[in-house]
């Protein structure tokens, strides 16, 4: 999305001035206030965008790293379980 948008903007913003060449001096002073008003709106979708991402990202990496915690602590839980499973069979066994 980075590479991609401002490649689409400086199109957009060349086809406008393009036309904008092709009519009257008049016409092409309020196509470039279009242009300038289509790129600013773009760069606020994209920056919003971006930011929306952002977020989605941190949350994931905090639901991720809370995963993490409860699957650390279960194994170590169950590999208490399982040490002291051996030793307490062990003691009924020679016992």
């Known amino acids: 999305m980075t590479t991609v948008s401002p490649h689409t903007a ?11 060449q092709a009519q009257s001096p008049s016409a092409a002073r309020s196509t470039g206030l279009v242009v300038v008003v289509i790129g600013v709106v773009i760069g606020v979708v994209i920056a919003a965008a971006l930011a929306a991402f952002v977020r989605a990202a941190r ?3 905090v639901m991720i790293a809370a995963f993490m915690q409860a699957a650390a ?6 590999f208490t379980v399982l040490v002291l499973g051996v030793v307490v069979g062990y003691f009924l066994i020679h016992h």
Request: hydrophobic fraction near 75%; proline fraction near 0%; charged fraction near 0%.
């Open 10 to 20: 400086m199109a957009t913003a060349v086809a406008f001035l393009h036309l904008a």
């Open 59 to 61: 949350a994931l990496s």
């Open 73 to 78: 602590a279960m194994t170590s839980v169950m």
